[in-house]
T-cell receptor, first 116, second 114 residues
């Protein structure tokens, strides 16, 4: 199956700093990528849809100035958590849809963010 | 509105036995894809099985099979000969043919007991 690489897998940062998470589709082109947030033992919560070459679409309640998304190429989307605070600590997962595979969604391995 | 309901938050099964996970969904659309994803303790999301709504035949992938009842909007997952490696959170999901947003259920935590 298609591979989505997400980096870093784990990051600890001080409150007030910014953290960038990368999501790459390694063997297919992804015009659309998705960013999810997952709290312990809960389902995935869609944060935003990242479209190559255009602005991301954010879900209701997600601060676009807090969570900056850039999808500059067909294989790379980045999520930057700006001025991170402890309440931003969470597991973040990216995914990319392989249109060649007719609607299959492939996930990165996730990033555990801990803000001190 | 599109919704996915998994009514079993936790389940357990003895190794080598069979278990069925339930999923119901709601949509007014007729063309969509249904999925079961597995999230083991590593937290990597893994596609288990996929079903096209226009197909009446139930999808099968080795020990995993589904019971797709379109009229009832039901999409259950059966795991046969359960193995310890099947221990994971299982999420039911679907996507409309006309869209690109996946709708996930709340998940069922499955534990396989040795």
């Amino acid at each position: 199956g298609a591979v989505v690489s997400q980096h870093p897998s784990w990051v600890i940062c001080k409150s007030g700093t910014s953290v960038k998470i990368e999501c790459r589709s390694l063997d297919f082109q992804a015009t659309t990528m998705f960013w999810y947030r997952q709290f312990p033992k809960q389902s995935l919560m869609l944060m935003a849809t990242s479209n190559e070459g255009s602005k991301a679409t954010y879900e209701q309640g997600v601060e676009k100035d807090k969570f900056l998304i850039n999808h500059a190429s067909l294989t790379l989307s980045t999520l930057t958590v700006t001025s991170a605070h402890p309440e931003d600590s969470s597991f973040y997962i990216c995914s990319a849809e392989d249109r060649e595979g007719l609607g299959k969604l492939f996930f990165g391995s996730g990033t555990q963010l801990s803000v001190l | 509105a599109q919704t996915v309901t998994q009514s079993q938050p936790e389940m357990s099964v003895q190794e080598a036995e069979t278990v069925t996970l339930s999923c119901t969904y709601d949509t007014s659309e007729s063309n969509y894809y249904l999925f079961w994803y597995k999230q083991p303790p590593s937290r990597q999301m893994i596609l288990v099985i996929r079903q096209e709504a226009y197909k009446q035949q139930n999808a099968t992938e080795n020990r995993f099979s589904v019971n797709f009842q379109k009229a009832a909007k039901s999409f259950s997952l059966k795991i046969s000969d359960s193995q310890l490696g099947d221990t994971a959170m299982y999420f039911c999901a679907f996507i409309l043919n006309t869209g690109n947003q996946f709708y996930f259920g709340t998940g069922t935590s499955l534990t396989v007991i040795p």
